[in-house]
């Protein structure tokens, strides 16, 4: 489909840039469902070449149309949010509130469920409230940190995977039974045991975990070599002194080492964070944005913010990423 072709339905499309990804914008007046189903191959299309597409100026009211238009350009339904990090409430059908986290405090760049065996292809996020300062959802291109570690560091993590150590307990994370979403051991037991995790019931309330995941993944669509997976949310170097101080190594919430139990080296902090400093695209969310990423070619975080934020997300397009 050519530009005049698509101006038929939306005002235009513009390139991404350092302010704003691949950007379609539309008008109120627009029926968005029937632009959705229009154009879903060319939105998809277009984020499999950009990895990050924003629908802006739509009439696109509430939950129940993000959750509506989401299925029309994915076509499948939204995923429900299993073996969770973060604490989040279900709004509509499997759309949720954005992680809730101080808003005093960022969070850091990550890709979803990289974490996890099954992971989540596309994620899309929708704003109902914009913030009232700040609280922008910044957003980097992964494809590019292999080049940025170089080929020695890229290649150790190719070869070690990643190790990552989580702990549940009361007062820290999320507990147990919001994570796997049940209170029967049993069934944690059987799911840990079936997905290969090393696991430690330190006490009936304190759950740690230790697994290996790779660093890098295939493309499911591309078959592109992607570097996927959770190593930086969970670097000790990120985590505020106060909380080093408070916990011991083995109790930290969520942490992360080279597949072989050995620390990342400070080098490689340092290149991520000027990475994601130089790189992200950092816009101001208006009222009805709905932004569509490619959830292993894209990170996304959130800055601090001051009053009302209320971003709505939905995951989908499954894949298991062991096979």
């Known amino acids: 489909m050519d530009t005049q072709q698509l101006n038929q339905f939306a005002v235009k499309a513009t390139p991404p840039s350092k302010k704003l990804p691949y950007t379609i914008r539309g008008n109120k007046e627009m029926d968005v469902f029937a632009f959705g189903t229009e154009h879903k ?15 802006r100026g739509f009439n696109i009211n509430g939950a129940q149309d993000f959750s509506k238009l989401f299925k029309i350009i994915t076509a499948g339904d939204a995923i429900e949010y299993k073996n969770r990090t973060s604490p989040r409430e279900k709004v509509f059908d499997n759309v949720y509130t954005s992680t809730s986290h101080p808003k005093d405090q960022m969070i850091h760049m990550h890709t979803e469920n990289s974490y996890s065996k099954v992971y989540n292809r596309i994620i899309s996020f929708y ?14 291109d992964e494809r590019k940190i ?6 020695e560091i890229a290649e150790k993590f190719r070869s070690k995977g990643v190790k990552y150590v989580r702990n549940s307990m009361p007062g820290v994370g999320l507990d147990w039974k919001v994570i796997f979403q049940t209170d029967d051991k049993e069934q944690v037991n059987n799911y840990l045991n079936a997905n290969n995790y090393k696991y430690e019931w330190v006490t009936d309330s304190h759950l740690r975990l230790e697994w290996v995941l790779p660093a890098f993944q295939k493309h499911p669509l591309t078959g592109e070599d992607m570097w996927f997976n959770h190593m930086y949310f969970g670097l000790k170097a990120l985590y505020h002194p106060s909380v080093l101080e408070f916990f011991e190594e083995k109790n930290l919430p969520f942490a992360t080492y080279y597949g072989d139990g050995t620390e990342i080296e400070e080098e490689v902090v340092v290149q991520l964070k000027q990475f994601y400093e130089e790189q992200c695209i950092v ?13 292993m070619m894209y990170s996304h975080g959130r800055m601090p913010f001051n009053g009302k934020r209320k971003i709505l997300t939905a995951m989908g397009q499954p894949y298991d990423m062991i096979g």
């Not at 704003?127 to 980097?140: F, K, S, W």
């Not at 816009?283 to 959830?295: A, G, I, M, P, T």
Request: hydrophobic share 40%.
């Open 41 to 55: 191959e060319y939105l998809n299309e277009t984020l499999l070449e950009h990895g990050a597409v924003l629908l």
């Open 127 to 140: 704003c109902l409230t914009p913030p009232d300062e700040r609280g922008q959802t910044p957003i980097a």
């Open 146 to 151: 292999p080049a940025v570690l170089g080929p």
């Open 283 to 295: 816009f101001d969310w208006q009222k009805n944005d709905f932004l569509l990423l490619d959830n």
